[in-house]
C-alpha cells in the first residue's frame, strides 16, 4: 500500500460530460501529481503541485485544470470529455516539491476513466 | 525535449533464468534514472534508481547498468521470479520525470 488514495476507482460517462478525479496523498507528502496512461502508453505528465501551489505543468490539456486544497487532498477536473480521454489517471506524492533520488513517487492505483 | 524509449513492448524469460530489460534516451542532461514496477490494477512502485555519477547499482536481484556514452541503461533481474512478472517502466529524472512506454516481463515456470 502506497498511501496515496484515489477516488473513484472507475469512472464511467459520455462525451461532453465533467468530472472530477481525487487523490488523497500520503501522510507527510507536499507534493501531488497527475500522470494519464492512455492504451499502452507510458505515463504523460499533466500537472504537479506543492503545498497548494501550482509547481509544473505538462501536456495537460486547456479542458482539464487542478488543484491542491489546503488539507493537500488534490482534485483533477475533466471537463467537454472526448472519447479518446479514456485513460488511466494515476496520483502520485512525494515529500518535497522536486522529485528526486531521495524523494522518489508514490502513487496511488489510479482511476480507469472510460468516455461513452 | 527527452525521450526515453523502451524498444521492446514485452519479454518473457524462464524462471531462474536472467532478464535484461532495456532503455535508450536521448538528452545527456540528466540527474538520475528511475526504474518502477507495475502490476495490473495497482499504480507504478518504485523499484530501483541511479544517479548520473554512477555507472551501476545494486539492490538484491536487481541491477541497474548505466552506460552514458551509448546514452542506454539496462535493469538485470537474477534470478527472475515468477513475482517479477510486471510492466517495468524506465524514468529519466531531472526536475521532472519522463516514463517510458514500458516492458510487460513475464516470467514462466
Known amino acids: 500500500d502506497s498511501g496515496v488514495t484515489q477516488t473513484p476507482k472507475h469512472l464511467i460517462t459520455a462525451t461532453g460530460q465533467r468530472v472530477t478525479l481525487r487523490c488523497s496523498p500520503r501522510?507527510?507528502?507536499?507534493?501531488v501529481y497527475w500522470y494519464q496512461q492512455s492504451l499502452d502508453q507510458g505515463l504523460q505528465f499533466l500537472i504537479q503541485?506543492?503545498?497548494?501551489?501550482?509547481?509544473a505543468k505538462g501536456n495537460i490539456l486547456e479542458r482539464f485544470s487542478a488543484q491542491q486544497f489546503p488539507d493537500l487532498h488534490s482534485e483533477l477536473n475533466l471537463s467537454s470529455l472526448e472519447l479518446g480521454d479514456s485513460a488511466l489517471y494515476f496520483c502520485?506524492?512525494?515529500?518535497?516539491?522536486?522529485?528526486?533520488?531521495?524523494?522518489?513517487?508514490?502513487f496511488g492505483n489510479g482511476t480507469r476513466l472510460t468516455v461513452t | 525535449d527527452q525521450q526515453v524509449k523502451q524498444n521492446s513492448p514485452s519479454l518473457s524469460v524462464q524462471e531462474g533464468r536472467i532478464s535484461i530489460l532495456n532503455c535508450d534516451y536521448t538528452?545527456?542532461?540528466?540527474?538520475?534514472f528511475l526504474w518502477y514496477k507495475k502490476y495490473p490494477a495497482e499504480g507504478p512502485t518504485f523499484l530501483i534508481s541511479?544517479?548520473?555519477?554512477?555507472d551501476k547499482n545494486e539492490d538484491g536481484r536487481f541491477t541497474v547498468f548505466l552506460n552514458k556514452s551509448a546514452k542506454h541503461l539496462s535493469l538485470h533481474i537474477v534470478p527472475s521470479q515468477p513475482g517479477d512478472s510486471a510492466v517495468y517502466f524506465c524514468?529519466?529524472?531531472?526536475?521532472?520525470?519522463?516514463f517510458g512506454q514500458g516492458t510487460r516481463l513475464t516470467i514462466n515456470p
Open positions: 503541485y506543492y503545498n497548494g501551489e501550482e509547481r
Open positions: 501522510s507527510g507528502d507536499l507534493s
Open positions: 502520485a506524492s512525494s515529500v518535497t516539491g522536486i522529485a528526486n533520488l531521495g524523494s522518489p513517487l508514490h
Open positions: 538528452n545527456s542532461m540528466f540527474d538520475y
Open positions: 524514468v529519466w529524472g531531472a526536475q521532472k520525470l519522463v
Open positions: 541511479i544517479s548520473s555519477i554512477k
